[in-house]
């Protein structure tokens, strides 16, 4: 389990994280989400004991993570793929992290199998694609086969092979009862594997909770409506303060409906004898939900002007 209390990191004037709390259980994928620049990866590096914070505190195992002489058996973390020796083959690079942890030289070649990379072993990691990095960086965070796994945008450079494998390989750790802290900006990734997000935006807590409880703080939100009678149904609709389109390209008559509830457009339907074979309320995907919800912790935006 991860519990970070107030935690906070400045950097001089600026303050990269700001008195965050939050916990990731274990047996679930949690997401880390929050716009470029929120505080992601310094986090994480906070809670590996890489950086020092300014004030708060982070444990893994009601720990600091530094306290842990042998760290690969209680943390596998893949950070930057990038940060290996290019001049080492993956199986040397593995087999100077598994003496330095204890851990027994067979696990070398069991991780290596497990992501993909037994036939690379003998090459030299320099010569890898962006890809095979990303599964050399995942190969070392199970080296140890520890309880807690933190893993900072491991589907780059993946291919869809190897982001389906991925999401399959985080789910199956989850249920094996593992912790698995999983940072993204892949709304669609984290909709097919979190169980649970923590939301930051310039370094502050926004939202922590599940993956469905989030998208549903939205105010965006349709409302699919089946009739006979779409016409005079979008017509009544749109007197009443709706914006109605039409849903499709089956030619099958149906709206989407926004700016009305669902019981709203029922009940004028019925005052107007307009017949109804689909009421649906569709809320808004998470990729929709977080731009929404995180749209005033946004350091960086594109277009704005000066």
Not at 227 to 233: C, D, G, I, K, V
Not at 243 to 272: C, H, M, N, Q, Y
């Amino acid at each position: 389990m991860i519990e970070v209390n107030e935690l906070t990191k400045r950097y001089g004037g600026r303050t990269a994280v700001d008195r965050l709390s939050f916990s990731v259980r274990p047996g679930q994928v949690t997401g880390f989400l929050g716009p470029n620049g929120a505080g992601k990866t310094t986090t994480l590096r906070l809670i590996l004991g890489l950086d020092a914070p300014t004030g708060g505190t982070a444990t893994v195992g009601g720990v600091p993570f530094r306290t842990h002489t042998r760290g690969l058996r209680h943390v596998g973390a893949l950070i930057d793929a990038g940060q290996v020796h290019g001049g080492r083959t993956a199986s040397a690079h593995l087999s100077a992290l598994a003496h330095s942890n204890g851990i027994s030289p067979c696990r070398v070649d069991e991780v290596l199998y497990e992501v993909g990379l037994a036939d690379a072993a003998s090459r030299r990691i320099g010569g890898f694609s962006l890809g095979m990095k990303q599964r050399l960086g995942i190969a070392t965070a199970l080296l140890g086969d520890p309880p807690v796994l933190m893993f900072d945008e491991p589907v780059n450079g993946m291919d869809p092979e190897g982001v389906l494998w991925m999401r399959r390989l985080f789910r199956r750790l989850a249920t094996e009862g593992r912790t698995v802290f999983l940072s993204s900006h892949l709304m669609s990734e984290m909709e097919n594997t979190a169980d649970q997000l923590v939301v930051i935006g310039q370094g502050r807590l926004i939202a922590a909770e599940s993956v469905e409880s989030f998208a549903a703080r939205s105010t965006r939100f349709s409302v699919v409506v089946g009739t006979p009678q779409a016409a005079e149904l979008a017509a009544v609709l749109t007197t009443a303060g709706a914006a109605v389109e039409p849903e499709g390209s089956s030619g099958a008559e149906k709206l989407a409906v926004t700016g009305l509830a669902a019981d709203r457009i029922g009940a004028l339907a019925f005052e107007s004898r307009i017949q109804i074979n689909e009421l649906t309320t569709r809320t808004a995907s998470l990729e929709e939900a977080f731009m929404e919800l995180t749209t005033g912790s946004v350091e960086y935006q594109a277009g704005q002007p000066r």
